[in-house]
Each structure stands twice: as structure tokens, then as C-alpha cells.
């Protein structure tokens, strides 16, 4: 814990205004973008409780190839916790997903959940006020999630889309899905990359240190009035590229503190890559999805928010616990890729939740020594992930496509 309540104060010691962390990051993901001579475009995207989100879209290619025959649905991949649409971007051509998937003739849109570095705004509220930050990761399943699929489909007038979580990326979805049902019938497939629902037997020590300490960290985190956590600044990022990546000594050091908290990989990230990392992780979250994750460790449970006071669970659900997540409600054609170096989403954690989604069709990939974050940035995982995602993609595309096509004759 006290790492973790270090790294957060220096951040917010160090941080820079938010108009700084605006005009330095931004367009930070067109830029890597349009890097590949691609378009890049950015909507703007308002939620049912006032949220204004950034969504990037990098478009099909308009070439002969992709334009002809399949009309393919398109892709929405969702970021993890600490994360943004960058995460997506970041490796580069032939390793990054987002561009992996464009090269394929794929319509790939980048959503930003509230709170992050490009959806830092509101209809009526600022960040500097509390109210602001009071959501967690519930809210972004239940708001932005929804808002970000209507969006989506209203542009590009599909009736479905594929859809790709990393870590938080699927903890939303899941939310979406048991809390609202009929967004099932707006999704052609999901792929689930490092899942995070149960977290009974996660091993990363730091947080484990965290949640079992929870109560103190909510006491520290008043006292200091701190609601947002680990924004990203011009000092938080220029400190971590020149740490991190300045002398082999401390590359080493900061590896192997980032794998204290995710797992230690056989794919150690590559020491050119990870300033190109660090220039939007982390990208700020709110002190409640810190605290809901804790909650979920200590309780085992894939749970609501724990109010910590029977009043007020009974006033908010009706009961004096909170209720818990209902995957019944999940019936989706499902990926599931887990590490067998992940330190958050351990096998026992994910198996219970293949287990829980007995409406949806699962089928599991265990990905040999991935780690966390490998699905984003490992240079393995454009053939031992990525390739079955777009080849499922294009699978069901082919079949619609023919289904209707057949329909058209009849």
C-alpha cells in the first residue's frame, strides 16, 4: 500500500495544471495515427448522466480491396484501468491492435471512459469539484458504455458491433450486460483479454496490500481530498520516460516494479517501447474504481458498491449488502484470453467466471507466460491473440453477410 499511496501523491504533487495535461495530451492518439498516413477522427460522445467523452475512430480503408463484397461491422475496443484509447495505438504498425485491425479493412473506434485524459469533462460539473469523480467503474458499464455503442451504431448504421475489453475493458461490459440485457442484441461477439471480474485469488502483492488495508486508504484519501488518482501530467510523464527508459539499471528497476503489480512476463516489454508507453500511462482514475476493485478482492464476490454502511446499501439497492453482478443475463458469442503470468486475473478467478456465463458461448484461450498488460504490448500478440479475434470477426461477417444475401432471394 504505501507504494501505491507514494506514486499516487507524487503524481498529484507534481501534476501539472489541467489545461497542461489537456494541450499535451489530447491529440495524442490521432497523432500516432495519422504517424501511419491513416484518418483520424474524434467524436464526442455525451452519456445519460451528463459525461462528455472523446471517442476516436480511425475509419476503413477506402481501398478497392476492403470495399467491395462484406459490409464488416465494426470494432470498439475498450481500455483498462489507468488506460485510454491509447493503449491500443502505442505498439505501432504490425503490433498494435487497433491498427492490426484497420489494416484488415476494419472501422475501429477508440472510446475514453470518463475521468481519463480525454474525457475530462461534463455538461454541468468541473473536475476540480468532488462531485465530479464520484463513479467507479459501475458507472462507466452502466453510462459511457452504452452511449459509446449507440453512438457507434448510429454512425456507421449497423445493427451490431465487435467489441474488445482489456482488463477494466471487460469488467464494463460485463456490467452493461447483467445490468442491461437487451445490449446483448447489439453485439456481434466480444473477445476478453485479461477478464477482471472475481479477483478472490489475485496475486499481485501491492494490491492485495491495498485492499487488505482499504478502510486506511479511504481515511488517507479524505484527508488529503483526493478523488482523482494517477492523472497524467507533463512532469508525471517526462519523470517516468527518463526514468524508465534513460540507463539499463533503471529499465531494470522499473520492469520489475511494474511487474510486482501485473505479473512478471516471458515478454518483458521492449525497452524502445516503453517511453512510447509512458507518454499516456496513466491516464487517471477516480478514487471509487481503486476502491470497488479492493472490494472485490476482499469480498471474492463480482459485487456493486459496497457503501460500507447498511443504511446506505439498503437506501441505494434495497438490501443491506450489495447485490451482485447477474451474468445470466450475459448471452454473447465469447473470447476469453487469460496469462498464465497475470498476476490480477488468475486462472482459479477467470475459470469462476467461464463457470458464471453459462448463457453465452465461451471458448477460453490460455495464453503461455502473458502477463497483464502482454495483451496490449507484447510482440507475440498480434499472432497468438490478435489473429483469432479478427479471424472470428470475419467468420461471423462472411455469415451474416451471406445469411442476408440469401434472405434477399427468398
Known amino acids: 500500500m504505501k507504494l501505491c499511496v507514494i506514486f499516487m501523491l507524487i503524481s498529484w504533487q507534481l501534476g501539472g495544471s489541467l489545461g497542461q495535461r489537456q494541450r499535451l495530451r489530447l491529440d495524442s492518439v490521432c497523432q500516432m495515427v495519422q504517424r501511419q498516413r491513416l484518418e483520424c477522427q474524434v467524436h464526442r460522445v455525451e452519456t445519460a448522466d451528463g459525461y462528455l467523452l472523446n471517442v476516436h475512430r480511425i475509419p476503413a ?31 505501432g504498425p504490425g503490433r498494435a491492435l487497433a491498427l492490426e485491425l484497420h489494416r484488415r479493412c476494419f472501422d475501429v473506434w477508440l472510446p475514453n471512459a470518463r475521468g481519463t485524459t480525454h474525457s475530462r469533462r461534463h455538461r454541468t460539473l468541473r473536475t476540480s469539484e468532488a462531485r465530479f469523480w464520484q463513479f467507479s467503474w459501475h458507472e462507466i458499464g452502466l453510462y459511457d458504455l452504452p452511449a459509446i455503442v449507440d453512438h457507434v ?21 460485463l456490467v452493461l450486460l447483467s445490468q442491461r440485457p437487451e445490449y446483448n442484441a447489439r453485439f456481434a461477439n466480444a473477445a476478453l483479454m485479461a477478464p477482471v471480474a472475481f479477483l478472490q485469488h489475485l496475486s499481485s502483492p501491492p494490491l492485495r496490500l491495498l485492499a487488505s488495508d482499504s478502510s486506511g486508504a479511504t481515511l488517507l484519501l479524505n484527508k488529503l481530498g ?9 512532469l508525471t510523464q517526462v519523470g517516468g520516460q527518463f526514468f524508465c527508459s534513460a540507463t539499463l539499471p533503471t529499465y531494470t528497476l522499473c520492469t520489475l516494479f511494474t511487474s510486482l503489480y501485473v505479473g512478471f512476463s516471458d515478454y518483458p516489454v521492449d525497452r524502445s517501447l516503453l517511453p512510447r508507453i509512458l507518454e499516456t500511462i496513466p491516464a487517471g482514475i477516480s478514487r471509487g474504481q481503486l476502491l470497488h476493485f479492493g472490494q472485490l478482492i476482499n469480498s471474492g464476490k463480482f459485487q456493486q458498491y459496497d457503501y460500507r454502511s447498511p443504511q446506505l446499501n439498503m437506501r441505494r439497492y434495497g438490501q443491506p449488502t450489495p447485490p451482485s453482478y447477474q451474468l445470466r443475463n450475459v448471452r454473447l458469442q465469447l473470447q476469453i484470453f487469460h496469462g498464465t503470468r497475470d498476476a490480477l486475473s488468475s486462472q482459479a478467478d477467470v475459470l469462476r467466471l467461464v ?11 490460455q495464453v503461455p507466460g502473458y502477463n497483464h498488460i502482454d495483451f496490449l504490448f507484447a510482440v507475440t500478440a498480434p499472432r497468438m491473440v490478435y489473429e483469432r479475434i479478427i479471424q472470428q470477426a470475419w467468420q461471423l461477417d462472411v455469415a451474416a453477410a451471406a445469411a442476408g444475401l440469401q434472405a434477399s432471394w427468398s
Open 153 to 173: 451504431l448510429a454512425v456507421t448504421r449497423h445493427r451490431q458491433l465487435h467489441y474488445v475489453g482489456h482488463s477494466q475493458g471487460t469488467t464494463v461490459l
Open 61 to 91: 480503408p477506402r481501398n478497392q480491396s476492403c470495399t467491395r463484397g462484406i459490409r464488416l461491422r465494426p470494432f470498439v475496443l475498450m481500455h483498462g484501468l489507468l488506460g485510454s484509447a491509447a493503449d491500443f495505438v502505442t505498439a
Open 355 to 365: 463457470n458464471e456465463l453459462r448463457q453465452s458461448r465461451t471458448r477460453l484461450y
Open 226 to 234: 483526493l478523488n482523482e488518482l494517477l492523472p497524467a501530467t507533463a
